[in-house]
């Protein structure tokens, strides 16, 4: 170990043989986080939880990972009433975790008026919410790991230099306007400064099943290139933060809105990549907008009246193909799980 040494990478001469050694030994983009990273490297994801929930696989653990950037609406209440509906028909337990690691997007109190639409809705979680913005010090860890196993490296590439990069080599295209990131620091910054944090996407098509969607597939070198983990401004990437969250969560099916489908496969690769179990998924059908485009904030939804939890649950379940119920509450969601059982496929690990 060389910690104490002068850090690799960004500093390091590029020696003669014009092959840039990985710097193993960074963990942090920040100049005083290195020090914090190699203590945390002997935290280990594997947490003893992690292992006794998969390991038995008969127990069921959904979750309901809203982002904090304002109140539920119709949309996110669809996706909440599926993952409680597919964890209460399992038998299993539902949990919530507020996904606010994009700090800039998150609004002051939005947490708790989710928490509280979605308990005015019947569905409590079974445990406390989590906050992601204070599991930095678990994405850290992941981080590490992925260094020290040659699976991340620091990119130095702003924004302008992938789209010259990409446009040196005839690509101008926009994939959901992120750009397909073309490997420009794979084999070192090349005296640049490290911005973000990077996975070394493998080759290959990443295969899954997905119990709506049935038999998907995508090819993410070719289709998103090596993703971001850890961004330029600091912030922890969504990939990163769902499959750390998921596997030391203990869950075993993601039930989430289609939207959501095309990261499934770049979460699929950081789960191996990080010895992570594999949980089933399940996309659920979308609520849309005016336009057409899931309902959001951006195309006129409007924060749930959760004064009249049943109009708000009816249309929720309208979206999910369940039949309209009468009040009260509880009863409702009891005939939704005994559908739920009926029409979606149920997990069979
Ligand atoms: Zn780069």
């Given at each position: 170990m060389s910690a104490a040494g002068p850090p690799q990478g960004a500093n390091a001469p590029s020696g003669g043989t014009g092959r840039s050694v990985m710097p193993?030994?960074?963990?942090?983009?920040?100049?005083?986080?290195a020090r914090f990273a190699v203590q945390l490297r002997?935290?280990?994801?594997?947490?003893?939880a992690v292992h006794e929930v998969t390991s038995v696989g008969a127990t069921y653990i959904g979750r309901f990972a809203p982002s904090p950037t304002g109140p539920l609406h119709a949309g996110s209440l669809a996706a909440a009433l599926a993952s409680w509906l597919d964890a209460r028909a399992h038998a299993g337990r539902w949990l919530v975790r507020i996904?606010?690691?994009d700090t800039p997007r998150c609004v002051p109190g939005a947490a708790e008026t989710i928490l509280q639409q979605l308990a005015a809705c019947?569905?409590?979680?079974?445990e406390p919410a989590v906050l992601q913005s204070r599991r930095g010090a678990m994405y850290e860890a992941a981080l590490a790991r992925l260094v020290d196993g040659g699976l991340a490296y620091p990119c130095g590439c702003s924004r302008k230099d992938i789209e010259q990069a990409l446009a040196a080599r005839g690509y101008a295209r926009q994939r959901h306007a992120e750009l397909v990131y073309?490997?420009?620091?794979?084999?070192?910054?090349?005296g640049r400064a490290a911005r973000a944090w990077r996975f070394r996407t493998p080759p290959g098509t990443v295969a899954w099943r997905d119990r709506r969607l049935g038999p998907q597939q995508q090819d993410v070198a070719h289709?998103?290139?090596?993703?971001?983990?850890?961004?330029?401004?600091g912030l922890w990437a969504y990939q990163l933060a769902v499959v750390v969250d998921d596997a030391l969560q203990g869950i075993t099916q993601v039930v989430r809105g289609?939207?959501?489908?095309?990261n499934t496969a770049r979460q699929l690769m950081l789960q191996e990549a990080l010895g992570l179990p594999r949980p089933g998924y399940l996309h659920t059908p979308l609520v849309l907008g005016p336009d057409g485009e899931k309902l959001s904030k951006q195309n006129g939804a409007r924060p749930?009246?959760?004064?009249q939890p049943m109009e708000a649950l009816n249309a929720a379940a309208a979206v999910l193909g369940l039949t309209p119920q009468a009040a009260p509450v509880a009863r409702a969601l009891g005939a939704w799980q005994a559908q739920w059982a009926d029409s979606y496929n149920l997990a069979r690990d």
């Open positions: 193993r030994n960074v963990h942090s983009v920040g100049p005083s986080s002997a935290r280990t994801l594997r947490e003893p996904e606010d690691v019947g569905l409590a979680p079974d073309p490997g420009t620091c794979r084999a070192g910054l090349g289709e998103v290139g090596d993703f971001v983990l850890k961004r330029a401004d289609e939207d959501l489908a095309d749930l009246d959760t004064g």
